[in-house]
């Protein structure tokens, strides 16, 4: 069935440090895969996303890569600045006519000032 | 652009009453999803509607149920509450029919008592 794993469960860098984030999908057929940040008691917000088609994608210290024969795919954030702190979320939109979106289990990312 | 919007914001039943969650897309927004996030499983995706027909639903009872209406605005129920209903309930609006940006609501926090 459709599953996305996301590794590790929480992370802790220094500020300044780069933090990595990976997710890896089940189904095949996904097209569409978006990255989501959480801050405490706020909704999730759209931070990047990448498609099939493309397999590295940079907004600013934000880059997204995607490997469609491992399907796996990752978020890499530079230079992390403690504003940078939240659970961030990976997801996978499964073949087909829709906007569903599988997500990961999310991962707690602390950046120590 | 007004974002998404839920109501109520916090919502406090008994076991075996019924509740209805609102949303409001953003407008021109056709397609709204719902998804049920608890700190446990994460993000689980409940179901979608677009132009008032429901595409798909997640792995949840029959007890979970929606609708959308001709202004893209939506409504969830759930019926005979369980105290494992317990969770933030958000809402996703997008604007095109399939693999688009999904942009969040705050979620109803619903506890059941």
């Known amino acids: 069935g459709e599953n996305v794993e996301q590794h590790p469960s929480t992370l802790s860098v220094q500020e300044g440090d780069s933090a990595v984030i990976k997710c890896t999908y089940s189904?095949?057929?996904?097209?569409?895969f978006p990255w989501y940040k959480q801050e405490l008691g706020k909704r999730p917000q759209l931070i990047i996303d990448?498609?099939?088609?493309?397999g590295e994608k940079k907004d600013q210290r934000i880059a997204v890569t995607l490997n469609k024969t491992a399907k796996h795919f990752s978020l890499h954030i530079t230079e992390t600045q403690p504003e940078d702190s939240a659970v961030y979320f990976c997801?996978?939109?499964?073949?087909?006519?829709?906007?569903?979106?599988?997500f990961g289990t999310g991962t707690l990312l602390a950046v120590q000032p | 652009k007004a974002g998404v919007t839920q109501t109520p914001r916090y919502l406090i039943k008994t076991r075996g009453q019924q509740v209805t969650l609102s949303c409001s897309p953003i407008?021109?927004?056709?397609?709204v999803s719902w998804y049920q996030q608890t700190p446990g499983q994460g993000l689980q995706f409940l179901f979608e509607?677009?132009?008032?027909?429901?595409?798909n639903k997640g792995n949840f009872p029959g007890r979970f149920s929606g609708r959308q209406f001709s202004n893209s605005r939506s409504e969830m129920n759930v019926s005979t509450l369980e105290l494992g209903d317990s969770a933030l309930y958000l809402c996703?609006?997008?604007?095109?029919?399939?693999?688009?940006?999904?942009?969040f609501g705050s979620g109803t926090q619903l506890s059941v008592l």
């Open positions: 996703a609006s997008s604007a095109g029919q399939l693999n688009e940006k999904l942009f």
């Open positions: 189904d095949s057929a996904s097209n569409y």
């Open positions: 990448i498609r099939s088609n493309v």
């Open positions: 997801a996978a939109s499964p073949g087909g006519a829709t906007n569903k979106l599988i």
């Open positions: 407008s021109g927004h056709r397609s």
């Open positions: 509607y677009f132009s008032e027909t429901q595409r």
